[in-house]
């Protein structure tokens, strides 16, 4: 064994810990020590907390649009502020970039990324961070670590700092027991009023010092900055929570509160900024899906409420959305029974009306009244009437419990019935062909199809009068506004399941077209023509309304049946009262 006093000079040294021994003259101190100028770096960090976006520019060697910096200086300088932006305008880029250069000039600030879904904070980490600003090698030598897990998502600074993702759930009561100083709430539409209120806002509550610690400059009376809530979105419907919040957080702007900013951004500036070409969104506009309100929210930065005219204002359809998923088929062992309207249109013109099928599910109350659940809908565009037929035999196979298959007769619809009136055969997954009878009109329309053997009576013919148009608007109104209708929940509150594979394509195209029936059921108005007669029409007559008569076809048939199933109640709670208890 070598001897102690075989080891080098160096390595005795560092053996011994004199390296580390700052009073001993091996020590690791440096020649020439320089004196650090305090009061310049004060001004140096203190200066780029006022321009953040220099300092993504200067030091960390950023590029950024004007409008990019306009964002980033409000963020940096303002309590609260609110963004309201165009689809694809880069938000969360610029949500990640502000939090770390606030990251790297506050030494070990907690800042907290929430959103309506746990993925959609958690993209900001791993899509942003990591997957893009992590290449810039500046942003990567402040980084300590990237954690990207469901449960812990998150990026440490070596300065203590820490960026994380936070997971708000269905209640937002997972996150209570998180402290940050600053929050950014990433699609700020689709979080609740209530969790901001009672979770996120007291988050940013606790006093802390985010200041250089230089008691030689500050002495004891160190600067306490409050906490910042930072709220980025693309806008929505004037009945939701966020407007009422911008609206509150615009006042107080312009009555002159230096604690509040908000700013729209609308597809223009993307434009202008070269994001994107104004040709390709306006090809957006022309699509057969996009009603002008939708391209108003989601690109235009406005939200949208109703005219003065709709008979079903937004206020009095959404407040029915509460249908968390779509059913494409109807649950195992299902007790429900289920009506499927349908709208025909043939034409394939992308200006065409589009067929139309809803499925309703029907739950009775012990009143006899009926809970009415939109659960499906689906257009078609350019179908023929064979291949809707067809469409119709396979639905019924989904949802077996179906009691009436209701069809609008008029114009091209008025040889479908007889399409279906004929004995089909479907092939099974196990390759067996099933044979099912022909379907046929119920009631005086049945007598036309008395040939047909073995026939089932289970389609209502619908033609459309003025009489028959008042009864269902009517009657439809009255489901809104005491609820007994519920439809599926917006789109945007399940798109983040949608990208993660937890429903299919058909479940969210079942969303979207509920959106996208709100939209013309809002663009609905009841007028007296010249003769008295009580007339619905369009307010925008560019915008469709094949979505709002295929419910409402549906819907008038359920009139019909709650009528009766009232009626039945009735009486039964009649001969009840002649009963004698002893």
Same mark, same amino acid.
């Given at each position: 064994?070598?001897?102690?006093?075989?080891? =080098?000079?160096?390595?005795?040294?560092?053996?011994?810990?004199?390296?580390?021994?700052?009073?001993?003259?091996?020590?690791?101190?440096?020649?020439?020590? /320089?004196?650090?100028?305090?009061?310049?770096?004060? #001004?140096?960090?203190?200066?780029?907390?006022?321009?953040?976006?220099?300092?993504? @520019?200067?030091?960390?060697?950023?590029?950024?649009?004007?409008?990019?910096?306009?964002?980033?200086?409000?963020?940096?300088?303002? %309590? /609260?502020?609110?963004?309201?932006?165009?689809?694809?305008?880069?938000?969360?880029?610029?949500?990640?970039?502000?939090?770390?250069?606030?990251?790297?000039?506050? *030494?070990?600030?907690?800042?907290?990324?929430?959103?309506?879904?746990?993925?959609?904070?958690?993209?900001?980490?791993?899509?942003?961070?990591?997957?893009?600003?992590?290449?810039?090698?500046?942003?990567?030598?402040?980084?300590?670590?990237?954690?990207?897990?469901?449960?812990?998502? =998150?990026?440490?600074?070596?300065?203590?700092?820490?960026?994380?993702?936070?997971?708000?759930?269905?209640?937002?009561?997972?996150?209570?027991?998180?402290?940050?100083?600053?929050?950014?709430?990433?699609?700020?539409?689709?979080?609740?009023?209530?969790?901001?209120?009672?979770?996120?806002? !007291?988050?940013?509550?606790?006093?802390?010092? &985010?200041? $250089?610690?230089?008691?030689?400059?500050?002495?004891?009376?160190?600067?306490?900055?409050?906490?910042? @809530?930072?709220?980025?979105?693309?806008?929505?419907?004037?009945?939701?929570?966020?407007?009422?919040?911008?609206?509150?957080?615009?006042?107080?702007?312009?009555?002159?509160?230096?604690?509040?900013?908000?700013?729209?951004? !609308?597809?223009?500036?993307?434009?202008?900024?070269?994001?994107?070409?104004? +040709?390709? @969104?306006?090809?957006?506009?022309?699509? *057969?899906?996009?009603?002008?309100?939708?391209?108003?929210?989601?690109?235009?930065?406005?939200?949208?409420?109703?005219?003065?005219?709709?008979?079903? !204002?937004?206020?009095?359809?959404?407040?029915?959305?509460?249908?968390?998923?779509?059913?494409?088929?109807?649950?195992?062992?299902?007790?429900?029974?289920?009506?499927?309207?349908?709208?025909?249109?043939?034409?394939?013109?992308?200006?065409?009306?589009?067929?139309?099928?809803?499925?309703?599910?029907?739950?009775?109350?012990?009143?006899?009244?009926?809970?009415? %659940?939109?659960?499906?809908?689906?257009?078609?565009?350019?179908?023929?009437?064979?291949?809707?037929?067809?469409?119709?035999?396979?639905?019924?196979?989904?949802?077996?419990?179906?009691?009436?298959?209701?069809?609008?007769?008029?114009?091209?619809?008025?040889?479908?019935?007889?399409?279906?009136?004929?004995?089909?055969?479907?092939?099974?997954?196990?390759?067996?062909? $099933?044979?099912? !009878?022909?379907?046929?009109?119920?009631? /005086?329309?049945? #007598?036309?199809?008395?040939?047909?053997?073995?026939?089932?009576?289970?389609?209502? /013919?619908?033609?459309?009068?003025?009489?028959?148009?008042? =009864?269902?608007? &009517?009657?439809?109104?009255?489901?809104?506004?005491?609820?007994?209708?519920?439809?599926?929940?917006?789109?945007?509150?399940?798109?983040?399941?949608?990208?993660?594979? #937890?429903?299919?394509?058909?479940?969210?195209?079942?969303?979207?077209?509920?959106?996208?029936?709100?939209?013309?059921?809002?663009?609905?108005?009841?007028?007296?023509?010249?003769? =008295?007669?009580?007339?619905?029409?369009? @307010?925008?007559?560019?915008?469709?309304?094949?979505?709002?008569?295929?419910?409402?076809?549906?819907?008038?048939?359920?009139?019909?049946?709650?009528?009766?199933?009232?009626?039945?109640?009735?009486?039964?709670?009649?001969?009840?009262? +002649?009963?004698?208890?002893?």
């Amino acid at each position: 064994m070598s001897s102690y006093k075989n080891y =080098s000079n160096k390595s005795r040294k560092i053996k011994d810990n004199n390296y580390n021994d700052f009073d001993n003259s091996a020590s690791y101190d440096p020649a020439k020590l /320089e004196e650090i100028d305090i009061e310049e770096w004060v #001004k140096f960090i203190s200066y780029y907390r006022y321009y953040v976006d220099e300092f993504a @520019i200067n030091i960390l060697g950023l590029k950024l649009y004007p409008f990019q910096r306009v964002i980033l200086r409000a963020m940096a300088r303002h %309590e /609260e502020s609110m963004f309201i932006a165009s689809r694809g305008l880069g938000k969360s880029y610029l949500s990640a970039v502000f939090f770390i250069c606030i990251a790297i000039l506050y *030494p070990s600030v907690k800042l907290g990324i929430a959103s309506g879904k746990g993925q959609q904070s958690r993209n900001v980490i791993v899509q942003k961070v990591k997957g893009e600003l992590y290449k810039n090698e500046n942003v990567k030598r402040e980084i300590e670590n990237i954690k990207t897990g469901s449960d812990d998502c =998150s990026v440490i600074f070596k300065n203590g700092s820490e960026i994380r993702a936070i997971v708000l759930g269905h209640d937002g009561e997972n996150a209570r027991s998180w402290r940050f100083s600053q929050i950014l709430i990433d699609e700020a539409r689709l979080v609740s009023d209530d969790i901001i209120s009672e979770i996120l806002v !007291p988050m940013t509550k606790t006093r802390r010092n &985010t200041v $250089i610690n230089l008691s030689m400059i500050y002495g004891d009376k160190l600067p306490i900055e409050k906490g910042k @809530i930072i709220y980025i979105s693309s806008a929505y419907l004037k009945t939701c929570n966020l407007y009422q919040r911008f609206m509150t957080h615009y006042d107080s702007m312009m009555k002159g509160s230096k604690e509040y900013f908000v700013c729209t951004l !609308p597809y223009q500036v993307g434009v202008n900024a070269g994001i994107y070409y104004e +040709d390709d @969104i306006l090809k957006e506009k022309s699509k *057969p899906s996009m009603t002008s309100d939708k391209f108003a929210y989601e690109y235009e930065a406005v939200f949208v409420g109703n005219s003065n005219d709709s008979y079903y !204002p937004y206020d009095l359809t959404e407040s029915v959305r509460n249908l968390s998923k779509a059913e494409v088929r109807q649950p195992k062992k299902a007790i429900n029974s289920y009506v499927i309207s349908h709208d025909v249109a043939i034409s394939d013109r992308p200006d065409s009306d589009n067929a139309c099928t809803s499925v309703i599910k029907i739950k009775e109350k012990p009143n006899g009244s009926l809970v009415k %659940e939109l659960v499906y809908m689906k257009t078609h565009n350019g179908m023929s009437l064979p291949e809707q037929a067809n469409y119709l035999r396979r639905l019924l196979l989904k949802y077996d419990n179906t009691i009436k298959l209701v069809i609008d007769v008029r114009g091209n619809g008025e040889a479908l019935p007889s399409l279906l009136a004929e004995t089909w055969e479907y092939t099974n997954d196990n390759g067996e062909v $099933i044979e099912f !009878p022909p379907l046929i009109p119920d009631g /005086e329309n049945a #007598k036309r199809y008395s040939n047909i053997k073995n026939s089932v009576p289970l389609i209502r /013919e619908i033609s459309a009068t003025n009489q028959l148009n008042n =009864s269902m608007y &009517t009657y439809m109104k009255t489901c809104f506004e005491d609820k007994s209708i519920r439809l599926l929940v917006s789109s945007a509150l399940v798109d983040s399941d949608y990208k993660q594979g #937890k429903i299919t394509d058909d479940e969210f195209s079942a969303h979207i077209n509920t959106d996208l029936l709100v939209q013309e059921m809002s663009n609905i108005k009841q007028e007296i023509s010249g003769h =008295s007669n009580i007339l619905y029409n369009r @307010i925008a007559k560019g915008t469709k309304r094949d979505r709002v008569t295929s419910l409402g076809y549906g819907m008038y048939f359920i009139r019909e049946l709650e009528i009766e199933n009232k009626n039945k109640t009735d009486n039964v709670y009649e001969e009840d009262d +002649d009963i004698v208890y002893y």
